[in-house]
């Protein structure tokens, strides 16, 4: 039991951020670049591609063994086309609002590489319980992508957080918008394209230099583990 938590807990932490895909593999960026001008937007796709990528997981690993290779790529498109049309129509109906907004971006999950990237890579050949767990991680890896995008374009683009929640969360949200800068014009290239990817190379440094510094603590613990190791053979 233990040993499985284990798995499920490291399987969990590889998708959300040791392998990022949007920051790691560097995979739907197209989306992740053209949504992500404010927090409401990438929450709205985020939350989609999430939904997609854990069904889609689950669905691929169910009908797995029943899928000749020759057709596999075929019916993986099919399901993940499947629940991209679900989405969209269920957004068009109950958030039409954010449905307009957000455009052909919706039905463009459909060629998101990450979706069919861990319907082939993982889901293919991995347990429905294991498959699920790896498209929710990586959904969600990709939510966290878009939103600390989308919070950092919106806050030095206009000086707020969450304009226009009631887009995704209903008119009890329209006074959730947050003025935290008092800007007259705010930077208007940070809601532009170049600050689409003047932002996501500055997440991508974070997150290298969080990553070095973590290996870099692990190496001096194990260094002083090898060390005590060393002095309590010669104690003995």
């Not at 739907?28 to 709205?44: D, E, F, R, T, W």
């Not at 069904?55 to 063994?65: M, P, Q, T």
């Not at 993986?76 to 954010?98: C, E, N, R």
């Not at 969450?162 to 007259?184: R, V």
Request: charged share 10%.
């Amino acid at each position: 039991m233990n040993t499985k938590l284990s798995e499920y807990r490291q399987l969990f932490m590889d998708g959300l951020w040791n392998n990022n895909y949007a920051l790691v593999a560097l995979l739907g960026l197209c989306p992740l670049l053209a949504v992500s001008n404010n927090v409401v937007n990438a929450l709205g796709l985020g939350i989609a591609t999430l939904f997609v990528l854990t069904l889609s997981n689950g669905a691929v690993s169910l009908i797995r063994h029943w899928i000749t290779p020759e057709i596999r790529i075929p019916a993986y498109i099919t399901v993940i086309a499947g629940l991209v049309t679900s989405v969209d129509l269920l957004m068009s109906m109950w958030l039409p609002s954010l449905h307009s907004v957000l455009g052909i971006f919706i039905p463009l999950i459909v060629t998101n590489c990450i979706v069919l990237a861990r319907a082939e890579a993982y889901a293919s050949k991995n347990s429905v319980d294991k498959a699920l767990i790896d498209g929710f991680s990586i959904g969600l890896g990709f939510l966290l992508a878009l939103v600390i995008l989308g919070g950092m374009r919106e806050l030095l683009g206009n000086g707020t957080l969450f304009a226009q929640a009631d887009l995704l969360f209903g008119p009890i949200a329209k006074d959730w918008t947050l003025q935290l800068l008092d800007l007259d014009y705010g930077l208007l290239m940070a809601i532009l394209p170049p600050g689409a990817f003047i932002g996501l190379g500055l997440m991508i440094a974070a997150m290298n230099v969080i990553k070095a510094k973590q290996k870099q603590k692990q190496q001096t613990i194990s260094v002083a583990i090898s060390d005590i190791g060393i002095k309590d053979g010669q104690t003995a």
